[in-house]
């Protein structure tokens, strides 16, 4: 690459209109807005997005904010492995490597895989998400759906027994996997679980709240249960195994594709399965996380799915197949 003291570092908020409304157990929202970096150097531009989450107290200004000081270092000669201790994991992070992946890419003339060493992506199956809702609506939703294999089923809490038996009814044939969002208690916790299983699902996403989540330790689990927002990156692995059986891995968590593929291989090391989530944002979000799908017991990568509609050359969705990105894309 050319010397990273050329490098020129901009950051802009965008808003994407979603398809309807999506509805999660802490609330509704009708578009995704995402905050898109780009690294130039020498006529070339890498690019990275990342979708700031007030569940971690990220907003889109202040992800701008975070990324602002970035640009004096990458003058002075920031590289990628260098900001992972120059910055907090998170969405700003993520955002930034994954423009410097890609500008590396760019200037070696050499898809991001490669360049990496890793296999070279292939197609594979995303979940898609039914939003919460009433167990009609969720019914309803479902039965538009029903032809994808995979399906993730957004639930609340109170009623979820009702929801999810619904939503096996209007598809029978689909896998199905649940996100609870935190939003379990103790108290409900065992009887959902078996209700899930009852129907068959496959996994429970996040069932109680991040650090108040150690009653899944003391029970038996019918099915296995996955960590979401009790897992970020590789530092918030220890304690996790007594209590769940997979671990979600987003680069707005993780801080970028760096830290992602290093804590998918911790992960893996210590027997959890892998399941590589997204937030609803584009197809630029999306296309550096399918080099950690190849490995993954479960795909959710639907984000630009759930959009009115996706950037230009963005990924290719066969129904529920995702396909890597072209080089106009990323990486």
């Not at 038996?165 to 208690?185: F, G, Q």
């Not at 804590?263 to 999306?286: H, K, N, P, Q």
Request: hydrophobic share 45%.
């Amino acid at each position: 690459m050319t010397s990273s003291q050329s490098l020129k570092l901009s950051a802009r908020i965008e808003r994407w209109p979603i398809a309807g409304t999506f509805t999660i157990s802490r609330g509704a929202k009708t578009e995704a807005v995402t905050v898109v970096a780009e690294v130039s150097c020498g006529g070339l531009t890498g690019r990275g997005e990342c979708v700031p989450y007030p569940r971690y107290g990220e907003t889109p200004e202040a992800t701008l904010a975070a990324l602002k000081p970035m640009r004096e270092l990458l003058r002075r000669g920031l590289d990628r492995q260098a900001l992972q201790a120059a910055m907090p994991a998170g969405a700003a992070r993520n955002a930034l490597d994954c423009a410097l992946m890609d500008l590396e890419a760019k200037t070696k003339g050499l898809r991001a895989w490669d360049m990496l060493g890793r296999p070279s992506p292939r197609a594979c199956t995303t979940a898609y998400t039914i939003s919460l809702g009433t167990p009609e609506a969720m019914a309803a939703a479902t039965a538009k759906a029903a032809h994808r294999p995979l399906l993730k089923i957004k639930l609340g809490g109170d009623g979820d027994g009702a929801r999810i038996a619904a939503v096996r009814k209007a598809a029978p044939e689909s896998e199905l996997i649940v996100d609870a969002n935190e939003a379990w208690t103790p108290e409900n916790l065992e009887q959902n679980l078996a209700e899930c299983g009852e129907v068959g699902v496959t996994l429970v996403e996040q069932p109680l709240p991040a650090g108040r989540d150690e009653a899944l330790a003391r029970i038996k689990r019918p099915l296995a249960v996955c960590a979401d927002e009790s897992v970020h990156d590789r530092a918030s692995l220890d304690g996790l195994r007594e209590r769940y059986d997979a671990i979600n891995i987003k680069l707005d968590k993780t801080g970028g594709l760096t830290e992602a593929m290093a804590m998918a291989d911790a992960a893996r090391a210590l027997g959890f399965e892998l399941m590589i989530g997204c937030m609803v944002a584009t197809s630029l979000a999306m296309a550096p996380a399918m080099l950690l799908a190849q490995d993954a017991q479960f795909v959710d990568l639907d984000g630009p799915l759930l959009l009115a509609r996706d950037r230009k050359d963005g990924l290719r969705y066969d129904g529920s197949l995702v396909y890597p990105p072209e080089a106009t894309l990323w990486g």
